[in-house]
């Protein structure tokens, strides 16, 4: 199965709200990009500043069109305030694998179970509507923060790839992890349903 990263794709439930990335929401993120600098600090693409931020809008949705990546909008669906973004990236059809990142979501909107929401929202696609054998994370190894919160969604962690990429400030070493189709539908989904049971 090969996916078209041109079609529309919305992904929802009664706590977040996942709708594709577009020019226009530059308006929408801005105040995280002057407000909130400390979001971008681990960041490959930077969306500090005015300048930035139209770039990083820029970059993703040429992505898109490249068939490289899918970028959404992600909104609160209980304050209906736009929180951050996500995607999907380095679709490999013929390995049937994705990964999952490029995730910042404002101060506000963390540490509230939107990211768990986003996550099983994407999970769930990914292995029960693309059929995918593998999805991947990735994560500067100094971003203990965004390490520690995918291993809460139940990724394994494979290890480290050393200086396997350039970042804002240098290069930098990227911790691996994953979740495996069978892994997603033994435990997983599961898991993180439970956890997100007290937003309910």
Request: glycine letters at 4%; hydrophobic letters at 40%; a neutral charge.
């Amino acid at each position: 199965m090969n996916i078209d990263f041109s079609k529309d794709l919305i992904l929802q439930n009664k706590f977040s709200l996942l709708r594709p990335l577009c020019k226009d929401d530059f308006h929408s993120l801005l105040k995280f990009s002057i407000e909130e600098l400390e979001l971008w600090k681990y960041s490959l693409v930077s969306g500090a500043g005015e300048e930035n931020l139209m770039n990083y809008i820029e970059l993703a949705l040429k992505d898109r069109i490249e068939q490289r990546s899918y970028p959404f909008l992600v909104i609160d669906q209980a304050s209906n305030e736009v929180a951050g973004s996500t995607r999907f990236y380095d679709y490999q059809s013929a390995h049937n694998t994705v990964q999952l990142g490029f995730t910042w979501y404002g101060k506000k909107f963390q540490g509230t179970g939107l990211n768990k929401n986003c996550k099983l929202l994407m999970l769930t696609h990914a292995f029960e509507v693309w059929y995918l054998d593998r999805v991947e994370f990735r994560a500067d190894s100094n971003n203990l923060r965004s390490v520690a919160a995918m291993k809460s969604i139940g990724c394994v962690s494979e290890g480290v790839l050393r200086s396997n990429c350039q970042a804002l400030t240098g290069r930098r070493d990227s911790v691996i992890l994953s979740i495996l189709k069978n892994e997603w539908f033994d435990s997983v989904k599961e898991n993180l349903h439970a956890k997100i049971n007290y937003r309910n």
